[in-house]
């Protein structure tokens, strides 16, 4: 598989749909074509790796294990490559050195490569989830972007968590090429925060990329329970009850308006799969969140033009 190096145009890659042999081949042309590191790495290990170009972001997950060594050495940097990127830690063991700095980061943490230093990464088993932007991108919102090679940034800062979170979300937002730019502006902002941002960079984070990053986050708590209320949630997220309703109502929807829509999308559902044939029309309203059968019917009739037992019928 042949990747061309491209200026963030869209592109999807993953070695799933590859033979086992030609999982790392192709991982390793797509490094030496896209990533800009040299890599050595066993060549009977299993790979599964995935990547999403967009413009001005690339995302990058890797699923298997890997026990590697990457390198960007100093006869590379005539490439021109001016990119940082961060990378998340989720398993194994991870070292990165550059400009005499070496970080271990832990489980969760993030590091700092930046593509302008040359560098040595060690890979032990390790899994991780990483997210790369142009230098120049961070550098309008950050202090001294140069100075954050190597740098470690701890899991339980905030900036990170909501980074994080929101990366988990981005192949959606990414499809649409509108979407893409705004996501990837999102992700300038908390990454600008976790480095260090300039006050006029926190002001500007503060008011596009993390409004976003905690609606996002809010919206996946709902989604594995539309049965949590605002209460609950604004504790659980750390914010106020009035604060998240402020995020939706910016959306031009509201709080109430968002939670009804998963409950009937979860109704909906159960009604359609063969796992819940044996259940009541109450006890799916109950299920979904819904504690009164009468505005259950109503709501549900109102949002899909038929009754639940006439979804039901139609399986």
């Known amino acids: ?24 081949p192709a991982l390793r042309e797509l490094f030496d074509r896209s990533v800009q590191l040299e890599i050595e790495a066993d060549p009977d290990q299993p790979v599964e790796m995935e990547m999403t170009l967009a413009p001005g972001l690339r995302r990058a997950r890797m699923l298997s294990s890997l026990t590697a060594r990457m390198a960007r050495p100093a006869s590379m940097l005539a490439d021109g490559e001016d990119t940082i990127c961060l990378i998340m830690k989720t398993g194994g063991h991870m070292a990165i050195a550059q400009r005499r700095q070496e970080s271990v980061p832990q489980a969760g943490d993030g590091v700092l490569l930046v593509y302008r230093e040359p560098a040595l990464l060690q890979f032990t088993e390790s899994t991780y989830v990483s997210v790369r932007v142009p230098f120049a991108a961070i550098s309008t919102l950050t202090e001294n972007v ?12 905030e900036a990170l968590s909501l980074l994080r979170a929101y990366i988990a979300s981005m192949p959606q ?77 910016q ?30 029309i109450a006890e799916i309203a109950l299920e979904a969140g819904f ?9 549900y009739k109102q949002r899909y033009q038929t009754t639940p037992s006439g979804s039901r019928t139609k399986i």
């Open 1 to 24: 598989m042949t990747v061309e190096r491209t200026d963030y145009t869209s592109l999807q890659f993953s070695t799933r749909a590859l033979p086992a042999s030609r999982r790392l």
């Open 146 to 157: 140069g100075a954050a090679a190597a740098l470690r940034i701890p899991r339980d800062v």
């Open 173 to 249: 937002r990414i499809a649409d090429p509108r979407l893409g730019k705004l996501a990837a502006a999102h992700i300038y902002d908390l990454l600008s925060l976790a480095i260090g941002a300039t006050r006029e960079g926190r002001e500007i984070a503060n008011q596009r990329g993390v409004r976003a990053a905690r609606l996002e986050a809010i919206k996946a708590s709902l989604l594995g329970d539309a049965t949590l209320d605002i209460d609950h949630l604004a504790a659980r997220h750390g914010i106020s009850p009035r604060y998240i309703q402020m995020l939706f109502e």
């Open 251 to 280: 959306t031009g929807t509201t709080f109430s308006e968002f939670v009804l829509e998963r409950k009937l999308e979860a109704a909906r559902s159960m009604l359609a799969s063969p796992r819940y044939a044996t259940w009541s």
């Open 291 to 299: 504690g009164d059968i009468s505005n259950f019917n109503r709501r």
